[in-house]
């Protein structure tokens, strides 16, 4: 069987909540049918569809891609503003070691480093937690463009030794061609960076949507997340090309630099980790004084409850059996389930 020539190595799931609208199961079949042998799933900052992805793309036959966009703070010396910024960044995971460095960083800026609702990275947090990790330098929208965009090319410059430092040759420069103006702006920029550098380009689609004809309705739900009026003219919003093009149609965008989609495929075959499922791995309560989890458990309930109705702290209108009875039924359905 010959495969399309070129892989999706940006695509957002619906797991990119009010942002992505493509299912997973419906991801899979489609790339399939596009002969795509691989295809890599992005989502920001988060990695909730990994496992649900990975086995609908295998059952397709098709070679699963682990990732996920990460925002990475701008900090001073890269001209960042005094207010948190961030940039993106996608990093797709090569083997295990990449898979659990990824893990690190999307819990790191969710617990470590979340400021409002931005959960975001500073650079310095990659350090020793980049092996097994592909870059993918962000097209427009990552610290190279923005920077680029603003004139910064000193700055831009130093980002990209900070990324180099931390990836080495799985950093590949992005370019995205969605009929953007600043895209078309910085792609002359990019190419030089690239060039002077040594670095490889990778051509990029950012899918939200599985076609053309999704657009408006990706556009409501753009929308709805931001709390904005359709005619909002300072609203987030795509263009009608964010959607899963065929490798044909990636190939014809890309004609002038072929490499660029060349690359898609080259990134593929470097990342090879399946993820598998795994029971759930839970603390063991160290106080059993004796008895089974089960039944620690039980007695603790029970003391709780007693201790809620000598406070006179439940419901004066419910019968007190009738906690007891709620209490043994969820413990037992614990117990059946298996959690011991």
Not at 140 to 162: F, N, S
Not at 173 to 190: A, F, K, N, T
């Amino acid at each position: 069987m010959s495969f399309a020539p070129f892989v999706h190595l940006r695509v957002r799931s619906a797991y990119s909540l009010a942002e992505g609208a493509i299912k997973l199961d419906k991801l899979a079949s489609l790339v399939s049918s596009m002969a795509m042998p691989a295809v890599a799933v992005t989502d920001r900052d988060n990695l909730f569809g990994v496992l649900e992805f990975a086995q609908y793309a295998a059952a397709a036959g098709v070679q699963p891609i682990v990732g996920c966009d990460v925002a990475i703070l701008r900090d001073e010396e890269s001209g960042g503003a005094r207010t948190p910024q961030a940039d993106w960044l996608a990093l797709l995971a090569q083997n295990e070691r990449g898979y659990l460095n990824l893990l690190h960083l999307t819990s790191a800026a969710h617990l470590r480093f979340k400021v409002g609702a931005l959960a975001a990275l500073p650079l310095q947090a990659l350090e020793g937690h980049s092996d097994g990790l592909i870059a993918l330098s962000g097209g427009a929208t990552g610290a190279l463009g923005c920077l680029l965009a603003d004139r910064q090319e000193a700055a831009a410059t130093h980002v990209l030794e900070r990324f180099k430092d931390l990836f080495g040759d799985r950093l590949y420069i992005e370019l995205q061609r969605h009929g953007d103006v600043v895209e078309r702006r910085v792609e002359p920029m990019l190419l030089d960076l690239a060039y002077r550098h040594g670095l490889p380009l990778v051509a990029t689609n950012d899918a939200h949507f599985t076609s053309a004809d999704m657009f408006e309705a990706h556009d409501v739900l753009m929308c709805i997340a931001q709390g904005a009026l359709h005619d909002d003219p300072n609203r987030r919003r795509l263009t009608p090309e964010h959607w899963l093009k065929p490798a044909a149609a990636m190939r014809g965008l890309f004609a002038d630099l072929p490499e660029a989609c060349d690359n898609t495929l080259a990134i593929a075959r470097r990342c090879a980790y399946m993820p598998e499922p795994r029971s759930p791995i839970l603390p063991r309560y160290p106080k059993l004084g004796g008895r089974s989890e089960g039944e620690a458990l039980r007695d603790l309930a029970v003391a709780g409850l007693v201790a809620l109705r000598d406070g006179n702290r439940l419901a004066a209108n419910v019968p007190y059996p009738d906690y007891e009875a709620r209490l043994a039924y969820e413990i037992d359905m614990i117990d059946r389930m298996g959690f011991f």
